[in-house]
């Protein structure tokens, strides 16, 4: 086996800054290709005219426009369903990349292994401006019909690439900035693309890493998914890495090792190449570790690691495999690098997964941010519907007029305004699966009620008539509003409540963890590996005493700005914080106490809500924005409370 240098194993290269051609240059530049099929190779970045020069090959004109045909509804709809498992596995980091790069304005992509665009998130002017671009659902961006695009490129390099302006081949494209990055199965075969655009004059300058940072959370989420019948190995040069989203994944089939993750590639220094091909003893000096211990190991060229082993359950014959456990679902869940589990939400994971299990209801309260979608998914992946669908609906985010017709699904022209998801409906997506109904407390009075019939019918009937179909899903709800003061206020029906509330999870905030600090440290290991900056005491203890209303959400966001402004090695001080934080007391409240004296959690939810509107001049877009809560959510909260 050949070892490849580093930057060229695993598809990931060290991206340059980002960079910015004189527009005079480029112009010029662009006029010699039109005119001699050529372009001086040490002016323009040798991946952009390698992608030119791929282009003219297949017949293309830089002086015409590009002709793009988008796919029919029904065929969209087919190949989002083939892509099923990419799009579950992406959909979190798609909602994280978006909040990390709300400022620049743009739109994060995902596309299939043809380029063909599956979904789309992002800033609702920028989206129209891209949508007459074609950069929507259902368009091919590869490079033989849009020719030199972030996306076409990198499935093109396989490797993660930035397009600026008109560095695009077609003219009509000079406006973005897109940066895009493949995904890879665990066996090294390109399965999709990410991507982050925007306009060009607001460039992201951290694009490559946030994009690579989330690719590389998607391919690890995808590994976990689809090898789970072999022998895993996890590998990290530090052992407290081993379960978190930094780790390298290794499969083996016996002694032969059958799929890996590029980090693992790139501590062993190996390349794809090596699946199907390589033996254990090719690649450790000694023999595999007991099954769950975490161990030192050694390379065959003599590098140390830590590496923990898990192996597959055995199958009967003609029996089903076993549900996977609770336990290690909470495993699962622990990895997530936004949230950092104690053993109070481990014991009551498990006992939501029995619940689940037994056709129980599920409630999950907490403020924003603290991670109540991240504990559905692990109840769903501890779950005996493990297999099946986890459909995620937030209430508060769907507008009033399309939230039934999203949910129930409607009959061809019966519903002129619905949204990209078809006429199926999210009720009858989640049959066999995991129904969660994110902010269930915002949702229209007059839609619960439709709610309730469903769910004591188990039958769904579509807007404009047609008959009845039964479903078949597991319900889980979340809610940061007291649902029980909101029944009260009759904001809430009561029967609904009594229907949804039947066990109740409630997820305690930032501010009444004891082991904030231990909490804090952890995070920053995960978002400050590749700069190896790090925290002061007193940056520590500042940021251990600061209120956090947005939780884990706000906390994680913060540090990772920390972690990207940072110089490498750097050590960060007061100084490095930002304003807000730098004023904050030296001291956190009582646990008991809450915020400004409140102690249940609708109380705590409106005096975060009332200081982060103070906070932001009585702006509620930028108040929202701090938050992590949708606009109109903090809106109609505020206008009930008032």
């Known amino acids: 086996m050949q070892a490849l240098p580093p930057g060229r194993r695993s598809g990931f290269a060290v991206a340059a800054p980002q960079r910015r051609l004189d527009a005079h240059l480029l112009s010029t530049i662009r006029r010699q290709f039109l005119s001699r099929g050529e372009a001086p190779e040490d002016v323009l970045p040798a991946p952009i005219l390698r992608s030119w ?6 017949g293309l004109d830089m002086a015409r426009r590009p002709e793009v045909e988008p796919l029919g509804r029904a065929a969209l709809r087919e190949r989002q369903e083939r892509a099923e498992r990419l799009v579950e596995a992406a959909r979190g980091e798609i909602r994280l990349l978006h909040e990390e790069a709300r400022a ?26 891209a949508a007459r671009l074609a950069l929507k659902p259902g368009v091919a961006w590869a490079e033989a019909t849009t020719g030199t695009n972030a996306i076409g490129a990198a499935l093109a390099e396989r490797r993660d690439i930035s397009v600026l302006g008109a560095e695009h081949f077609f003219d009509t494209h000079r406006i973005l900035s897109c940066t895009a990055a493949p995904i890879l199965g665990p066996c090294g075969t390109v399965i999709g693309a990410l991507d982050l ?11 490559p890493a946030l994009v690579r940072r989330a690719v590389a959370a998607i391919e690890h989420r995808l590994f976990s998914a689809t090898q789970s019948a072999h022998e895993i190995v996890r590998l990290h040069r ?44 090719e690649i450790f000096a ?27 359950a055995p199958v009967a014959a003609n029996r089903p495999a076993a549900t996977p456990s609770s336990a290690s679902a909470a495993q699962r869940a622990r990895s997530d690098a936004n949230i950092v589990w104690d053993d109070g939400r481990a014991r009551a994971l498990a006992r939501a997964v029995r619940l689940v299990d037994a056709d129980v209801p599920v409630l999950v309260e907490g403020e924003t941010g603290t991670g109540k979608e991240v504990f559905a998914r692990a109840l769903h992946a501890g779950s005996r519907r493990s297999d099946r669908p986890f459909v995620a609906v937030n209430c508060a985010a769907l507008p009033e007029g399309l939230i039934e017709a999203e949910l129930f699904g409607y009959e061809e022209g019966a519903f002129t305004g619905a949204r990209r998801r078809g006429s199926k409906g999210l009720l009858r997506e989640a049959d066999g699966g995991v129904l969660f109904l994110d902010e269930i407390g915002d949702m ?32 889980v709800c979340a809610t940061h509003v007291g649902l029980a003061e909101a029944v009260e206020r009759r904001a809430f029906r009561q029967d609904l409540y009594f229907r949804i509330a039947q066990y109740t999870v409630a997820l305690e905030p930032l501010r009444g963890r004891a082991d904030l600090p231990e909490v804090i440290e952890r995070l920053w290991r995960d978002v400050a590996a590749e700069s ?43 100084d490095a914080l930002p304003a807000d934080l730098r004023r904050a007391r030296d001291a956190r409240p009582p646990s008991s106490g809450g915020i400004a004296g409140e102690t249940d959690l609708a109380g705590l939810t409106r005096a975060a809500m009332r200081e982060a509107v103070e906070a932001a001049g009585g702006n509620l877009t930028r108040a929202a924005a701090r938050l992590g809560v949708h606009r109109s959510t903090l809106h109609r909260r505020l206008r009930s409370d008032a």
Do not use: M, Y
């Open 286 to 312: 000694g023999p595999r570790a007991a099954a769950g211990e975490v161990a030192r190991l050694t390379t065959a060229a003599g590098r140390p690691l830590f590496g923990q082993t898990s192996r597959p």
């Open 197 to 207: 655009s925007s306009h060009v004059e607001v460039q992201h300058v951290h694009a």
């Open 104 to 129: 620049a304005g743009g739109i994060v992509i995902l596309t299939d292994a043809d380029g063909l665009v599956l979904d789309t998130l992002g800033s609702t002017e920028f989206a129209a401006k």
């Open 532 to 574: 190896g900056a790090h925290l002061s005491p007193e940056a520590l203890a500042r940021l251990a005493a600061a209120d956090w209303p947005g939780n884990f959400r706000q906390l994680t966001a913060t540090l990772r700005t920390l972690a990207i402004l940072a110089e490498p090695g750097e050590r960060l001080g007061l």
């Open 238 to 281: 530090d052992p407290a890495e081993i379960g978190g989203p930094h780790e390298g994944l290794l499969a083996f089939e016996g002694d032969r090792l059958v799929g890996a993750t590029r980090p693992a590639l790139e501590l062993l220094g190996l390349d794809w190449e090596a699946l199907g091909a390589t033996r254990w003893a």
């Open 444 to 475: 229209p009075l007059a839609l619960q009620a439709r709610l309730l019939r469903a769910l004591q019918e188990r039958e769904v009937t579509p807007l404009g008539g047609g008959r009845p179909v039964p479903v078949d899903f597991a319900l």
């Open 53 to 58: 020069r791929r282009c003219a090959a297949l």
